[in-house]
Nanobody
Framework: QVQVVESGGGLVQAGGSLRLSCEAS????????MGWFRQAPGKEREFVAA????????NYADSVKGRFTISRDNAKNTVYLQMNSLKPEDTAVYYC?????????????????WGQGAQVTVFA
């Protein structure tokens, strides 16, 4: 199990970029797949992106494919979400979570609790 803390959220103009960071505490971080999720007001939490333990495999929701990039630095116990070409519909609270593998982390992360999230607001 790891604890996660998201950071890097904020206000950004449509078409701009933002990078989120997720710092994890725990000795087993490099063994886990990591994922990003988001929840917009009045909507369910949805999957955004995932990365396997080594960073050799990634998966993205269709809504962000080609615009967002997930990466990780195991030496720093940190996973990142680079968000480019942001749209107002990307506005949401973004959460980071850990799972035992990529398949699990995309649906039901099982190696971390939900963190407090990072608010991302994109204005036109």
């Amino acid at each position: 199990q790891v604890q996660v803390v998201e950071s890097g959220g904020g206000l950004v103009q449509a078409g701009g970029s933002l990078r989120l960071s997720c710092e994890a505490s725990g000795r087993a971080f490099e063994n886990y797949a990591m994922g990003w999720f988001r929840q917009a007001p009045g909507k369910e939490r949805e999957f955004v992106a995932a990365i396997n333990w080594s960073g050799s495999y990634t998966n993205y929701a269709d809504s962000v494919k080609g615009r967002f990039t997930i990466s990780r630095d195991n030496a720093k116990n940190t996973v990142y979400l680079q968000m480019n070409s942001l749209k107002p519909e990307d506005t949401a609270v973004y959460y980071c979570a850990a799972g035992s593998n990529v398949v699990v982390v995309t649906t039901k992360p099982d190696r971390s609790p939900w963190g407090q999230g990072a608010q991302v607001t994109v204005f036109a």
